[in-house]
């Protein structure tokens, strides 16, 4: 009976054991994990660094003392008797080593198996890691979406299944578009174009008793643009109109409106000028000026820069244009080259405005939400933080490093691109476009300083460095 329950028992260990062992190659795909369940397992670490010492200095030497009174020398006499030998037993030696390789083999099969039995409280851990990790994300998903992205990212470092693992890939893939949504008002052809394209269904609607809508031109999240012309003035001009599916949220007609207080308030060469703003008949407009030059990122592809006369004349219209609207308490927050057009003439005008920061409005966007293009985010925008007119001098630099190597400094979706803006530093540009001169490389890296206080304080400064 006693034997039975002896076979038994060690029947249901192996097999434990055995099923620990088809789980290390699920420790081994989580670093993170793996690395816990080294750390972690204390037990099998004393008892492995015990035995690490004991048997070369205790034990080996003890069982050799064993030995050496059991297997006595050989005496041998000779002459009659008169004289005596002692020989070492001719079993000794295969003794010891047999001894030797068994206890190294026992001890280390007992350390590995005080490892697998440890494997349990790591998944237990690991999974009370990744629910926690989940619970903080979700907290934060409104109110801290980057930091949700890197916390769901996190957690799949200690996913061990295949149901987290669709769960979190969910999650990531809903805040993603979010993300995409809110930084890219569409995908295909953002808000901020006032280009003239094919004819498409005309309305002949007449705004005011003012302006006449011609054609659609532009189509984003937060509304269309139309070609219009000014009955009084003659004149062609760009009607941007607040989507009718979003005139019941409060707070999207207080940044419409906000836009058009931005924009108005800003009268400078390479802004795009407000002419109008009109609320009529439950519909929201603003009346702009019409630009038909194109938009920068027309200018540049991948690896097809800009040349670097033209890439640092436009730095500089651009840092103008944003350096003046500072100064008169307004932050772009979401400068990329999607909002900057071109004139016929070849300069620069900036548009879009539209989640700009007024410092002596009393419309605020709330703190800590995050607002932007990913690929442009300033690292505290990223991070849901306060921003600045650092925030512009990051996104410029960003524009910057476009134009003079014809790529994105960060690249992936919009979770890797956050990560990357919090954490890595960009290629120089020297890497990529090696006609630079070292002092322009220098700018751009300054410009893209993870820490605001570490930039340029002021776009005054970057003209003055471009103009050189």
Request: aromatic share 8%; charged share 20%.
């Amino acid at each position: 009976m006693l034997f039975n329950s002896l076979s038994q028992n060690t029947k249901q260990l192996l097999a434990q054991l055995w099923q620990h062992v088809q789980q290390l190659p699920l420790l081994w795909g989580k670093p993170m994990v793996f690395r816990h369940w080294l750390l972690s397992a204390h037990r099998a670490q004393l008892v492995s660094l015990a035995l690490l010492f004991l048997i070369p200095f205790a034990i080996i030497p003890l069982i050799d003392f064993i030995l050496a009174a059991i297997f006595s020398p050989v005496t041998e006499e000779r002459l009659f008797g008169l004289i005596q030998t002692e020989e070492k037993n001719p079993y000794i030696d295969i003794i010891q080593d047999f001894t030797f390789w068994s206890v190294w083999i026992i001890s280390s099969l007992v350390c590995v198996v005080l490892f697998l039995k440890h494997i349990p409280d790591t998944f237990k851990f690991a999974d009370d890691t990744m629910q926690e990790k989940i619970k903080q994300a979700d907290r934060l998903i409104h109110s801290n979406p980057s930091q949700s992205v890197l916390l769901y990212n996190s957690a799949r470092d200690w996913s061990l299944n295949d149901a987290n693992e669709s769960l979190l890939d969910t999650k990531l893939q809903s805040l993603n578009i979010a993300l995409n949504n809110a930084g890219n008002k569409n995908p295909v052809k953002p808000a901020a174009t006032l280009l003239i394209e094919p004819e498409e269904k005309t309305e002949k609607a007449v705004i005011a008793e003012r302006y006449r809508i011609k054609k659609l031109i532009g189509s984003g999240a937060m509304g269309n643009v139309y070609l219009g012309e000014d009955l009084r003035l003659k004149r062609d001009i760009a009607i941007k109109q607040l989507s009718p599916q979003l005139l019941n949220d409060e707070h999207i007609i207080a940044r419409f409106r906000q836009e058009a207080l931005a924009l108005a308030r800003l009268s400078h060469p390479h802004i795009v000028q407000v002419y109008d703003f009109i609320e009529d008949d439950g519909f929201l407009w603003i009346v702009m000026e019409l630009v038909t030059g194109g938009e920068l990122e027309d200018q540049f592809s991948d690896n097809n820069p800009l040349p670097q006369a033209q890439a640092l004349r436009f730095a500089v219209q651009m840092a103008s244009a944003l350096n003046y609207a500072h100064q008169q308490g307004v932050v772009h927050r979401d400068f990329k080259p999607a909002n900057v057009l071109i004139t016929d003439k070849g300069d620069i005008k900036i548009t879009d405005f539209g989640i700009a920061k007024l410092a002596q409005s009393s419309i605020h966007t709330q703190l800590n939400s995050v607002m932007g293009t990913p690929t442009h985010m300033s690292p505290e925008q990223a991070n849901g933080e306060e921003t600045d007119l650092r925030t512009d001098i990051y996104a410029l630099g960003i524009v910057l490093y476009q134009m003079l190597s014809g790529a994105l400094p960060f690249n992936g979706d919009s979770r890797t691109i956050l990560a990357q803006h919090l954490s890595k530093q960009p290629p120089r540009l020297s890497e990529k476009n090696k006609h630079l001169s070292p002092t322009l490389d220098a700018v751009v890296q300054k410009m893209l300083a993870k820490n605001p206080g570490d930039r340029f304080q002021s776009m005054q400064e970057i003209i003055e460095q471009l103009e050189v």
